[in-house]
């Protein structure tokens, strides 16, 4: 039977955020599809309403199931990504994607979320005061199965969101100063080995992040473009569909990576005020709705989305201004894609319903 307080618990502040960010995502794609000549703005639309769908379907739901499913959803996500590696299409030189004949479905994309439901699950079932390091090897284990998979494709912004993602949910679990100490100490001598480990590509982008200047033509190309972009916006922006470097192709990947270069540009610092405020506001949200919970799994589980939002946009934007490598992680809701306006939406669902369920005690 429906219950009238799942509306009157509803999160209109939440709800309002993403629609002014899908708002804004649409205004943003209309300029950028000017510029490639590819109506990226309507399909774009078109996720948003299945998005929505999905938002509400993931919110009606009682979320205290997903415990007992958590298993089956790792598995699942293991099985799209090991199926990527042998029947993925390839685009730009990575294979991240599955034709689904209508739609290409991005298995990384829907990693992010299924990382954050299992480790909720996981800690919920598992709750301690703190944790140690050797009580962590599963956890553990469970982000990196499907990041290395992700690594692989390859996808490496990707691969290190996942465990920034477990990084964030155990520092809300609690885990002794002693073993975040012993972690630090003993990744800094690992670092030339994982230098080693990185593709041509992955290293060149690293060092045009220290010094872009050192191949303005090449692999630092896209990031002087960028910068230009944002520096040409100044205060109140060039205009809509008047930046220069997105409408006269100056720079690359105008509707996915460097959405905020197009947004920046046009609509000047007091636009990028209004884009970043939409997001502080979704991300306040998250985070009260995480400290209103009355059990710790709708704790987890609504601090881990939110987590999944902020270090997508904190990276997104950091990349495109210059102060981290282009690693190639989408700007939630702004970005141009099916995959990661889906994996979103459905975490937003989540995030209204802890809310709508918080009187409720288990």
């Avoid at 045009?208 to 473009?225: A, W």
């Avoid at 960028?226 to 720079?251: D, E, N, P, R």
């Avoid at 995480?290 to 946009?313: C, D, N």
Wanted: proline letters at 4%; glycine letters at 8%; hydrophobic letters at 50%.
């Amino acid at each position: 039977m429906f219950d009238k307080r799942y509306i009157e618990n509803f999160d209109w502040w939440l709800f309002l955020a993403v629609m002014g960010l899908m708002i804004v995502g649409f205004i943003n794609l209309n300029s950028a599809s000017a510029a490639t000549g590819f109506p990226f703005q309507y399909k774009q639309l078109q996720w948003y309403v299945i998005g929505l769908v999905f938002m509400f379907g993931f919110m009606c739901f009682d979320y205290h199931v997903l415990p007992s499913v958590s298993l089956y959803i790792w598995g699942l996500t293991v099985f799209l990504l090991v199926l990527v590696l042998f029947m993925g299409k390839s685009v730009g030189g990575s294979q991240r994607w599955l034709s689904l004949g209508v739609m290409r479905l991005q298995p990384s994309e829907l990693a992010k979320l299924s990382t954050v439901i299992v480790l909720s699950s996981w800690f919920y079932k598992d709750e301690r005061e703190q944790y140690r390091l050797r009580d962590l090897w599963l956890p553990l284990l469970i982000t990196a199965v499907p990041a290395l998979l992700i690594y692989k494709q390859p996808d490496l912004g990707t691969a290190l969101l996942l465990v920034i993602l477990f990084a964030s949910i155990v520092y809300i679990a609690g885990i002794r100063w002693t073993s975040v100490v012993i972690v630090f100490a003993s990744a800094a001598p690992l670092l030339p080995l994982g230098w080693k480990l990185l593709k041509p590509y992955q290293r060149r982008r690293i060092e045009s992040f220290l010094n872009p200047e050192t191949d303005p033509f090449g692999s630092g190309y896209h990031v002087i473009q960028s910068k230009i972009a944002v520096g040409s916006g100044q205060l109140t922006g060039t205009g809509y569909m008047h930046g220069s470097q997105a409408q006269l192709k100056f720079l690359p990947e105008v509707h996915t990576d460097f959405a905020f270069s197009v947004w920046s540009e046009e609509w000047g610092f007091l636009g990028d005020m209004v884009l970043l405020s939409l997001f502080t506001i979704l991300l306040c949200r998250g985070i009260a709705i995480a400290q209103e919970s009355k059990e710790p799994f709708g704790t987890y589980l609504a601090f881990g989305v939110t987590a999944m939002i902020f270090w997508q946009m904190l990276v997104n934007i950091c990349m495109v201004i210059g102060l981290m490598p282009v690693v190639g992680v989408p700007l939630p809701l702004i970005s141009y894609g099916g995959s990661s306006v889906l994996t979103t939406m459905m975490g937003i669902g989540l995030m209204l319903n802890v809310r709508a369920r918080r009187f409720m005690f288990h």
